[in-house]
């Protein structure tokens, strides 16, 4: 009665937990509460990094225009210096000639001219138009102006784009006229406020990039001086739009941009209507000051449309999609495992029914099953020891080959038969392992006296490459079955000189008894075993080096473990894979 009771009381408690309770619909929500948090943090961080890689991009755009700069500087520089280096006074040809030296339409894209800006006191004007008209009769300096000296372009290449400029006085206008002069006292390259080149038909912001230089090569160190040697500047004009069409190629970035010098915009991608990529909603935006030669340019970055398509917030939206499919399948699981469980304790009686029944099948089994591994063990030796005739044929006529053919053979040919007949070996060394190991289970052995140390030195007397290798276990007289103690400690002691990693190596073997059990342990000083190959070292046909390296069967350690295992005794590995190998071996007392 009191068994039925419990029994009662333990189905009560399977259907109360089969169905759904408040504990399940907490899981669910909190769940539900996770999948939020983690869209939420999700989209957080993904923020961020967009913040960043635009705050990347817009700093990319800033330094490439500052380096466009600087490499335009240089080309500016470079005039003055070549100026210096001329003795006499540059005629246009050679202006001509270094400036097509350049090759400024394919090394300096976005640039419009090269040229030279002299200073001309009214005093030097006559003087000065006579000089450049032996060569261009039609050369002029306009327009008039009331300033007091002159400073006429000169020179500029290519003349065909820039023909408008020559003879063109900058004093006539104070942008361009302010800026040499501070160029003249500065000793520095400086731009422009903005300003519309003549030579450009749309009439589009531009500017003038101004490096001044001296009479006969001076440097001059004060303000005064600079006043009073200067002999022109080297510039050249930009038009705004080319110069950023050049320099920051639409497909080579994910930003757009505006660039103002004070309240007159200089450029604007907005403006221009071979773009596709300006976005009106930007993700993101900002304004950067750049101090450019003199002037301060405002860059005003945007995200664009390819910055949104390359960096749009999906992730996010899988997390939060995802999750919630995942909080659906739970409650899916927990209504199936509710359904599933008053299922199984609706066919729990049925089911103990046909349990009783299989388990007398299951006896019948049994019998059947011993009665099959005892046929499988005949089997293993009628097959292992008939195997053996042939391969001891093969090993034969493989010897007796490589004996009448040894001055005819090509060298391949004779490692093939040495390797032909070292597998043959190693076939017939398995062979005699599986024989081994089939009778392992065939006869009942009682215990006899062993002497630990005259059986250890038995055993390493009669094997192969034992030459370098010692062996030493305590001198004492122990109770144990003599055979297959004898083959545990023979397979021990192979193992440990065929897995070596010297020609050299020292086995020591020792004895205690411990609750009723020799432990027997063999330790030596080898390479060792991983500890993550402890199970597989003792499996059938496992060996952890390659067979070419190491001659033998793989079942040393499974024979063991099997012997072992069949007198109730227990084996162990005890190894880090650095240093050495101790395996223990425990052996009841009693058989």
């Known amino acids: 009665m009191d068994d039925g009771l419990q029994n009662n009381e333990k189905r009560e408690k399977l259907v109360r937990a089969g169905e759904m309770n408040s504990m399940h619909w907490l899981i669910v929500l909190l769940s539900v509460v996770l999948t939020f948090s983690a869209w939420y943090y999700s989209q957080f961080q993904q923020s961020q990094k967009l913040e960043i890689q635009f705050e990347r991009e817009a700093e990319k755009v800033v330094n490439l225009v500052k380096e466009r700069m600087t490499l335009y500087e240089n080309v500016l520089w470079g005039g003055v210096a070549y100026i210096d280096a001329v003795d006499s006074d540059l005629t246009h040809q050679q202006w001509s000639a270094y400036s097509k030296s350049l090759q400024i339409d394919t090394n300096y894209p976005g640039i419009n001219g090269f040229g030279i800006i002299y200073n001309v006191q009214p005093k030097r004007l006559d003087s000065y138009l006579q000089k450049q008209r032996i060569d261009r009769p039609d050369y002029k300096i306009h327009p008039a102006h009331g300033n007091p000296e002159y400073w006429p ?32 006292d500065s000793g520095k390259a400086l731009l422009t406020a903005p300003i519309t080149l003549v030579q450009d038909d749309k009439q589009t912001p531009g500017f003038l990039f101004y490096t001044p230089f001296y009479q006969n090569g001076l440097k001059p160190d004060t303000l005064e001086q600079r006043k009073e040697l200067i002999a022109g500047v080297t510039y050249a004009p930009f038009i705004m739009e080319k110069l950023m069409k050049g320099t920051l190629a639409e497909k080579n970035r994910h930003v757009s941009i505006q660039i103002s010098d004070g309240q007159d915009l200089l450029f604007d991608d907005n403006l221009d209507g071979d773009t596709l990529e300006v976005d009106t909603s930007p993700l993101f935006a900002k304004d950067i000051d750049v101090s450019m030669y003199g002037r301060t340019w405002t860059f005003s970055i945007q995200s664009n449309i390819s910055f949104r398509q390359d960096t749009t917030l999906n992730q996010s939206s899988i997390i939060l999609i995802g999750g919630l499919i995942i909080d659906a399948l739970l409650l899916v699981l927990f209504l199936y495992l509710s359904k599933a469980n008053r299922q199984a304790l609706k066919y729990a009686d049925q089911m103990t029914t046909e349990l009783k029944d299989q ?76 024989l081994d190991y089939s009778r392992l289970n065939l006869t009942t052995v009682t215990n006899d006296k062993v002497n630990l140390a005259e059986k250890a030195q038995d055993i390493l007397s009669l094997l192969e490459s034992n030459d370098h290798f010692s062996c030493t276990a305590p001198n004492i007289e122990i109770n144990i079955p003599q055979l297959p103690f004898e083959i545990v400690l023979r397979n021990l002691i192979s193992n440990s000189i065929k897995h070596h990693d010297k020609k050299t190596g020292q086995i020591t073997i020792h004895y205690v008894i411990k609750d009723n059990f020799h432990q027997i342990s063999l330790e030596d000083d080898g390479p060792g075993i991983p500890e993550a190959f402890h199970d597989k070292a003792m499996e059938m046909f496992q060996t952890l080096q390659s067979r070419d390296k190491v001659e033998g069967s793989g079942m040393g350690l499974a024979m063991i473990k099997r012997i072992v295992v069949h007198y109730h005794g227990s084996v162990n590995i005890i190894s880090d894979g650095k240093h050495g190998t101790k395996i223990n071996i425990l052996w009841p007392l009693t058989p």
């Not at 003349?159 to 040499?180: M, P, T």
């Not at 063990?377 to 490589?402: C, G, M, R, T």
Request: aromatic share 6%; charged share 30%; proline share 3%.
């Open 359 to 434: 388990t007398q099948h299951l006896e019948k089994l049994n019998i059947n099953l011993e009665k099959s591994n005892s046929d499988l063990e005949q089997f293993s030796y009628v097959a292992s020891h008939d195997l053996k005739s042939p391969l001891n044929a093969i090993e034969q006529l493989a010897s007796w080959i490589e004996e009448d053919c040894e001055d005819i053979l090509p060298d391949e040919s004779k490692e093939h038969l040495v390797l032909l007949r070292q597998r043959s070996k190693r076939m017939l060394k398995l062979l005699d392992d599986l």
């Open 153 to 184: 372009i000169t020179y500029v290449e290519p003349q065909e784009s820039n023909k408008q400029a020559i003879g063109l006085d900058v004093a006539f206008e104070n942008n361009r006229y302010s800026s040499i002069k501070k160029a003249r």
